[in-house]
């Protein structure tokens, strides 16, 4: 009765507004931390859950965070039944609210489990070697306590099979359910069947078994799962969304125009919030005082500012230039656009990306190395029938079985991923996992957003097209220092002028310009339009680029062309990356910016600008429908649908602690000309993953055949067994230390 009561303190309105995701009418979202996730059968059984009960709308896991997200019809299930329902199933929910703690925690009871196995390893050791050395022949004694080691061994060995039990046997049966030949499939025979041929021959007194290959087993199988957390749990958190971009505190505004400072999560729909310069606005919301000039690149991907007028809309996530504007939220913020454009495609995004991780290196080579044991088995079986001595054909089925558990195939990929994720994260670009890293050796196809990730949106290149004077030059730096607009502060910073002339009649229209008289003399800067400048006196392509315009007198001038400024070193990396096909999509207008990109880009790339948010996630599924894997470069909210949606999506920023979009992996700005290095190494790693494999099935293979011809013994699985082990650990740390020096350092 305890047992079905225990989730109950869950229906407490307290603690489950902290677990809960969205509530809404009777539809909710709740989130659970579930530790006991170890396999991509786990993902697949979890996120069915909507086929077997009607009530669930849908289950999402996240592998790597051990998180679920389950949709739920609120009035048919409590929340307390959702998680006795996955309680049954064997994935008990962790009821930690933060997920550091919910991580240490995990860590300490693996940790607990290795020094458990290291105990047992140990000890089963030091009893089996006086076997080793013929003390049963030998010492009369040893011989007639012989049992007493035999059966010591024996209880020590019952940890450790119950351990492989929870991490592995578990999980090969739930993915057979599913028809995954998942690699705990041939883990749990070889477990099964050496604990169990090992107390046959303690039992009957016909040795002292495989125990001390069983325990070395099932320590190197710990280690390999404690060094995969021990990669993935970094100091970048991949799950960020797009609430990390805003501030902690906001400013709210009352009727009595005083001025408090609320908590994010308090701001509501028709608050009143003070915006100030560099500020992200959090909400959907009307402008209602101040000269608004918006950053919209987060969004949308265009580079130029944007002026609004009091009473028009504002997007959550634009960023003010310039003076404190007082606006009015009209939005809830997970109701904002933002919010919406962030959560696009979410429930599916990560579909695709788990089959690829079901269909990773170890799985594909378990759906094959699974049966082929078993044929081996059953020809032995069959060869040594003919003897007409069943004990013999029990040893040698039994020996090939033992002999083949895959503990060094099981460190391979994990070992040799994992030592270069730590390599790369040295250098500046922070993969999730060892998952991510086989999508990255495998993609052909490498698309980059233009805005903040191959140019850097903190500088711009500026250059006046036209003939200015001295004296012009310190007219128009006397008129720009009036302006607070930031295209008029760059300009002004790139003058360099430090005397003015005195303005009369100063004037400045929001989103047009500014105008005023110098020495008797009328000067006016701004836009085209606004200074009456048509297509026959400049370049129409030109007047659609980022441009002021200047005019004296009454006379033409020039204008200040606005560039972006491109990362040091972006023309070497693209051509670099000539082997890969490249393509550029970029929510700009700009034709000039879209020119240079083709002269510096490889000849068979494309280039498409004025590209949304969506045509971008559009245009990744359409190459993804044609058997491409993508790498997508991305910095903003305006990515993320097609960061997600590619087979492995890198958010480039200026530093790990800054926002990134929800991605696959990190790199770091100033990182930006080693992508070719980066995709290199991934390559090498996994022509470095099969070689282990090779020396993995050489070990295997030499086994085989002392097991086929029933010359196999404890003592020669005791060798075999861990040296192949050792070898695999041996050749993945000193590989990977050899291709570092010798590419990176």
């Known amino acids: 009765m305890k047992k079905q009561n225990i989730f109950d303190f869950l229906d407490n ?11 809404h009418k009777n539809i909710t979202t709740v989130r659970f931390f579930i530790p006991s996730i170890y396999c991509g059968s786990c993902v697949l059984i979890l996120e069915s859950l909507p086929k077997l009960y009607k009530n669930i709308l849908n289950s999402t896991v996240d592998f790597s965070s051990k998180k679920i997200w389950i949709t ?27 997920s550091i703690e919910n991580r240490k925690s995990l860590d300490r009871k693996l940790i607990g489990k290795l020094a458990i196995s290291f105990f047992c390893f140990g000890n089963i050791m030091l009893l089996a070697i006086p076997e080793y050395v013929g003390a049963l022949k030998e010492d009369i004694w040893f011989m007639t306590h012989r049992n007493f080691f035999r059966y010591f061994m024996v209880i020590l060995s019952l940890p450790v099979v119950m351990f492989s039990f929870t991490d592995h046997i578990k999980y090969a049966v739930l993915g057979l359910k599913k028809h995954v030949l998942n690699m705990n499939v041939p883990i749990s025979i070889g477990i099964l069947v050496l604990f169990l041929w090992s107390c046959y021959e303690v039992f009957f007194d016909l040795g002292s078994g495989y125990f001390d290959s069983l325990s070395s087993f099932s320590l190197f199988l710990l280690i390999s799962k404690i060094f995969q957390i021990h990669t993935h749990n970094k100091i970048i958190s991949f799950d960020k969304n797009y609430k990390s ?6 400013t709210k505004i009352h009727n009595n125009k005083k001025e408090e400072k609320i908590l994010l999560s308090y701001l509501k729909k028709g608050d009143l919030i003070l915006i100030r310069n560099e500020e992200i606005i959090p909400a959907d919301s009307i402008l209602m005082k101040g000269n608004a000039i918006l950053d919209n690149s987060f969004i949308t991907g265009e580079s130029d500012l944007i002026s609004k007028k009091m009473g028009e809309r504002i997007y959550a996530g634009s960023k003010q230039k310039g003076e404190a504007i007082l606006i009015k939220v009209i939005k809830n913020i997970d109701h904002s656009y933002l919010s919406l454009l962030w959560n696009k495609n979410k429930s599916n995004h990560l579909r695709h990306k788990k089959l690829f991780d079901l269909n990773s290196i170890s799985t594909r080579f378990s759906q094959y190395f699974t049966p082929i044991i078993l044929i081996i088995t059953i020809v032995t079986g069959i060869y040594w029938s003919f003897s007409h001595d069943v004990s013999k054909i029990f040893h040698t089925v039994f020996s090939v079985l033992i002999i083949t558990c ?11 991923f994992g030592n270069m994720i730590r390599v790369f994260s040295k250098k500046g670009f922070y993969v999730k996992d060892i998952f ?100 026959k006196i400049i370049n129409e ?109 890198i958010s480039v920023s200026e530093n790990p602690t800054s926002f990134f979009p929800s991605c696959d992996a990190f790199m770091q700005s100033n990182c930006m000309n080693q992508i070719f290095l980066f995709l290199k190494i991934s ?56 291709i570092s020096r010798k590419l990176i350092f």
């Not at 309105?13 to 509530?23: A, G, L, P, T």
């Not at 971009?245 to 906001?250: K, M, N, V």
């Not at 055949?705 to 050792?726: D, Q, R, W, Y």
């Open 436 to 535: 991510t890293m086989e999508r990255i050796s495998s993609s052909k196809t490498l698309i980059f957003d233009k805005t903040g990730t191959i140019t850097d949106p903190n500088k711009k290149k500026i250059y006046f097209v036209g003939n200015m004077k001295n004296e012009e030059k310190k007219m128009i730096a006397s008129l720009l220092k009036n302006s607070s607009h930031p295209l008029s502060q760059k300009i002004l910073s790139e003058l360099s002028i430090k005397d003015f002339y005195f303005i009369k009649n100063f004037r400045e229209i929001i989103g047009k310009g500014l105008e005023g008289i110098i020495k008797n003399v009328p000067v006016k800067i701004g836009s085209s339009k606004y200074l009456g400048i048509t297509n």
């Open 245 to 250: 971009f805003y501030p902690a505190l906001i």
């Open 541 to 649: 392509n030109e007047i659609n680029q980022t441009a002021v315009f200047i005019s004296i007198n009454h006379k033409f001038v020039g204008y200040f062309l606005f560039r972006n400024y491109y990362r040091e070193g972006i023309e070497k990396m693209f051509q670099d990356l000539k082997e890969y096909k490249i393509v550029i999509l970029s929510g700009d207008h700009n034709d000039l910016e879209k020119k240079y990109l083709k002269s510096i880009l490889p000849k068979s790339s494309q280039v498409f600008f004025s590209q949304s948010p969506e045509d971008k996630l559009n245009y990744v599924k359409k190459l993804q429908e044609k058997g491409e894997k993508i790498i997508m470069f991305g910095d903003g909210i305006n990515d993320c649908a097609a960061l997600n949606q590619s087979e492995v999506g």
């Open 406 to 416: 895959p503990c060094a195939l099981v460190l391979s990929t994990p070992l040799i």
């Open 683 to 738: 390559k090498v790693s996994t022509k470095l993953v099969f070689i282990n494999l090779m020396i993995s099935l050489l070990y295997n293979s030499i086994g085989i055949f002392f097991a086929v011809t029933g010359n196999l013994n404890p003592f020669i699985a005791a060798i075999l067994m861990p040296l192949s082990s050792f070898s695999v650990i041996f050749f993945s740390i000193t590989s990977t230390w050899v």
């Open 72 to 98: 739920y019809n609120s009035i048919e299930f409590k929340l307390s039944d959702i998680a006795k329902l996955l309680d049954s199933m064997g994935y008990k929910p962790s009821i930690n609210f933060e």
């Open 13 to 23: 309105e307290k603690i489950s507004e902290k677990i809960i995701d969205f509530h």
